[in-house]
């Protein structure tokens, strides 16, 4: 499934039309569709739904996230595998 | 609505003359007519409403947004699909 | 009144020589006549006055503020309209 | 063990594949296989398992981790030799 | 008195030679005689004082500030018409 | 001891090879040998050891530490002769 | 005593070979004989002692200090005058 992951950035073009969960800095978590991303990690998620701690706390919709408060960008498929 | 996002910054200038939500690093949230953005994601939004959790706190018009408090801006058309 | 913002800029070009609030991280606030700004967002007031929560907490006179700083900067001619 | 290492990328270079421990800001760390990554430290593990004060938190599987949170990167091959 | 000043910088440079107020991140002031600054705004002052709410902390005599912890700058002659 | 030393990386290159102390933001100290380092102040340390406010935290090996959280570097030499 | 100042560094560069205090964000202070900087205020001190608001804490001897975390630097000669 990482095949092909030469540069950390390939993950997210990989990523891109499928889940992702993003985790920022404080306890704010995203999870939504990867629609686009730059070098500067701004990205934009379709179907966000702003989570704290694990439990929903908004449907945001389509929304833009600036890179500078990310910590990481996980593949909906890979993390439900627990 | 998300077809032509290539780039992040194609949701901002597909979004411009429309009301979008802005969240801040702290509680604060801009609630606006987006004018203008740039790279640094620094932007003007119109009839700026300053919310705190959700809340009003101000109206405070025509203002400028320096880019770097910005955690994540949100179409309200979308936002409002909850 | 927005017309011809094209960019975030060209709000604080048309603010020149006009009363703005500027909003700080922190609960600061400055009110007083932009004279001057640049890419940084760094910026010159005459006449500012240091305000804490809209309570008037110093006068400073002429003053330089570092962009770095800033979170929102709004012309007081609309913020006044609430 | 530590043979040809001329500047601090070649350890993340020598670790590819392998097992990593990354420790972040706040208290939290990863534990992974590092797959990718680049001049700005962000990094892509396979398997990463999220730690906190050395108890696992949350399996994560494939992950995208921004530079900018990471204090340290250690192999585990020499961090398991306590 | 703001006459001629078309970038912030410029108010600095007509401030050299003369006392101005620096406010720094934190509740910390220095007061002093400004020499000289660049374009990161590091400053140096003569005759600098520490200052914590206005009251004096310490004298330190000349002394080299960086731009990074300074929110704003104000020259002593408009300060002190408060 | 210090002759030589024309620009501050000059004393980190006089040190490979040797043990130095590594202060981080936070309480947080390495104690390794320097291996590697580069103008962000990255670093590479072997037999690291993680130590907080001066006792033994953990023993971390071959290590990879991010310039961006360190406060200062010194030869243990130097700081042995206290 | 600070004629030739025309830039910042012009004071570092005159104070090379004397005593420097020099204030880290925190309360921590170094004091100790300036070796070497450089443009981002990466500086070397000899005979560094750590101090916390005001009392001796350590002698760190020869070592490296980031500029990152600096606030001010200031000549001992003048500091002592107070």
Chains 1, 2, 3, 4, 5, 6, 7 share one sequence.
Not at 5 to 34: C, H, Y
Not at 62 to 79: C, V, Y
């Amino acid at each position: 499934m990482v095949n092909g992951i030469e540069r950390p950035l390939d993950l997210l073009n990989a990523s891109k039309g499928k889940e992702v969960m993003i985790q920022l800095k404080g306890e704010k978590q995203f999870v939504g569709t990867l629609m686009a991303f730059d070098i500067h990690i701004n990205v934009v998620l379709d179907n966000a739904k702003e989570m704290e701690n694990g439990t929903l706390k908004k449907n945001i919709g389509l929304t833009f996230l600036r890179g500078d408060t990310i910590i990481f960008i996980s593949p909906a498929s890979t993390s439900l595998k627990r």
